[in-house]
């Protein structure tokens, strides 16, 4: 059980105002969404991925995972999930992530987090783009 309660909804509010969420939609139905930004350490982190249950295994949380990737070239990127979210531990280790830590933000069921290193994007003189390289 989380120790403080969580307003799901003032979260939500939040993070539209500021631009931190980026989302899948279809024929203006909203599929799935993802929460991040770089206020992790001033690192970049994914904090929610949520895809409609009817959506699941077609690959959207992937294609949203992805498109924080791309907006972080030669980062680190980190995300976490609780020990309980064997889905979203897949999916993280599915793309790169790698295990880097546990903390018991909620007790009996805590927290795993993940941390990708992105390779760096660097544009030739040209105005191509070279072949990406991993850090
Ligand atoms: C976790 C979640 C975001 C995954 O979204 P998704 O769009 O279904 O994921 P994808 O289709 O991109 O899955 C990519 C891969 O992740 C793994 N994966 C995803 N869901 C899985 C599941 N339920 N069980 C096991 N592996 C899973 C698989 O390897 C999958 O590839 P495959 O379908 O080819 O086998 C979704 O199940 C969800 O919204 N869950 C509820 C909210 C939640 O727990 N969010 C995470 C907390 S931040």
Not at 21 to 45: H, K, Q, T
Request: some cysteine; charged content about 25%; aromatic content about 10%.
């Amino acid at each position: 059980m989380r120790t403080a309660p969580w307003d799901k909804t003032r979260y939500l509010e939040r993070v539209l105002a500021r631009g931190d969420v980026i989302v899948a939609e279809l024929d203006g139905e909203i599929l799935a969404y993802l929460v991040w930004n770089r206020e992790f350490f001033s690192l970049p982190f994914i904090w929610l991925v949520t895809v409609v249950p009817e959506h699941r295994r077609e690959g959207l949380a992937s294609a949203l995972i992805a498109s924080v990737e791309e907006r972080c070239p030669g980062s680190r990127l980190y995300s976490s999930t609780n020990v309980s979210n064997v889905a979203m531990q897949q999916l993280l280790e599915r793309r790169g992530y790698r295990r880097c830590g546990e903390v018991d933000v909620d007790p009996g069921d805590a927290e795993i987090f993940y941390r990708k290193t992105l390779a760096a994007r660097i544009m030739g003189d040209d105005g191509l783009e070279p072949p990406t390289f991993a850090l």
